[in-house]
């Protein structure tokens, strides 16, 4: 810890709300895509502990949904674990990324926060780190909120299953678009924004049509890097660190 | 143990693999190019945009203008006034398309 004027528990259970209050609006769209995992990983032949295994260790709501429809349909081990370490494969860009604004992180710190990095926690973690130093108590409220509600509303949907309506009733499946959309905008001013974003855009709707999802992701990103790369030069960067 | 135990610890380990990878891959030099840096910079834009963009095309025209409305706000507002404007715009289109 470095020294700092106010009291630094002080600070830290500061940092610590401020992750909390950051990741509660999100909750709205984690709550049912969390619940209808639990009803459809029932629904699918699961059983409770094992529901509860894979939302505890995966925490990877997407891939989970894919693992628990192949897992109903008698493909072979290894297929899973590729599909899911291929829609997955877009958190080597974020850790990548976020690793460079973990200073003040210890090595076991370090070690439990990619566990929780999800989309979210690292678009939040990005988004504070432009602001502010990125403290592990920020990242942590952030990232613990989004556990728990996670794990409880699995629970809650493993339970009362049939009794989920459809998210899509209040637009609820878009919560999460638009909270990304907002946070990617929120860059708008670095000189390479919309050439990134016009790259990144094309090549994911080009890949979503012919390779398919969930190489979208990653091929989309990696073509706005590519972009970013090209018109990089080392004048630009210390205009966009500030 | 059973068999989808273990495919579901197999599943952590290679998701655990994705999330410190990146770190550890990029750790590993000490000193890094100008044009990578200038990639891990906009990563959040990369990356964000790519997952977002077959929202924009693959829902309908009400979904489309709501992200395009709150994409809009979001240059000068919040991320709260974002969302909700996006949400408002898409509950009021999705009454009036039947």
Redesign the interface.
């Known amino acids: 810890m470095h020294t700092e004027t106010a009291n630094p528990s002080q600070q830290q259970s500061a940092q610590a709300v401020d992750g909390i209050k950051d990741a509660l609006?999100i909750m709205m769209a984690v709550i049912p895509f969390a619940a209808v995992f639990g009803a459809v990983a029932m629904e699918k032949g699961?059983s409770f502990a094992?529901m509860l295994?894979?939302s505890a260790?995966?925490?990877?709501g997407a891939?989970q949904y894919v693992?628990v429809e192949l897992?109903s349909k008698e493909v072979p081990?290894w297929s899973?674990?590729l599909s899911?370490?291929a829609i997955?494969?877009?958190?080597?860009?974020?850790?990548?990324?976020?690793?460079?604004y973990?200073k003040a992180f210890s090595s076991p710190q370090?070690?439990g926060a990619?566990?929780l990095?999800t989309?979210p926690q690292?678009?939040a973690s990005?988004?504070r780190a432009a602001q502010q130093n990125l403290r592990p108590s920020y990242y942590f409220g952030y990232a613990a909120t989004t556990y728990i509600v996670w794990i409880t509303a699995n629970v809650a949907g493993a339970m009362f299953g049939s009794l989920i309506s459809e998210p899509e009733a209040?637009?609820m499946d878009?919560?999460l678009?638009?909270?990304?959309?907002?946070?990617?905008?929120?860059?708008?001013k670095?000189p390479?924004?919309f050439s990134?974003?016009a790259?990144?855009?094309c090549?994911?709707?080009l890949v979503?049509y012919s390779l398919g999802?969930p190489w979208?992701?990653?091929?989309?990103?990696?073509?706005?890097?590519?972009v970013?790369?090209?018109?990089?030069?080392?004048q630009?960067?210390e205009s966009?660190h500030e | 143990m059973n068999e989808p135990v273990m495919i579901i610890l197999c599943c952590a380990f290679v998701t655990y693999l994705t999330r410190i990878g990146g770190h550890l891959i990029l750790s590993r030099f000490g000193e890094i190019h100008h044009r990578v840096e200038s990639a891990l910079l906009m990563v959040p834009t990369a990356v964000l945009s790519a997952l977002v963009a077959p929202a924009l095309i693959t829902h309908g025209p009400a979904e489309a203008i709501a992200i395009i409305a709150a994409a809009l706000i979001a240059l000068r507002g919040s991320l709260v006034a974002t969302v909700a404007t996006g949400m408002i715009v898409l509950v009021l289109l999705r009454q009036l398309t039947p």
């Open positions: 609006p699961l094992e295994l894979a260790t995966i925490f990877a891939s693992m897992l081990a899973i674990v899911v370490f997955n494969f877009r958190h080597l860009l974020y850790s990548a990324s976020l690793g460079r973990m370090k070690a990619f566990f990095l989309d690292f678009a990005e988004t209040f637009g878009l919560i678009p638009l909270y990304f959309t907002g946070l990617l905008i929120s860059s708008h670095r390479s924004f990134v974003l790259a990144s855009c090549t994911s709707w979503y999802s979208h992701i990653t091929l989309g990103g990696l073509a706005g890097l590519v970013a790369a090209i018109q990089s030069n080392p630009s960067l966009s």
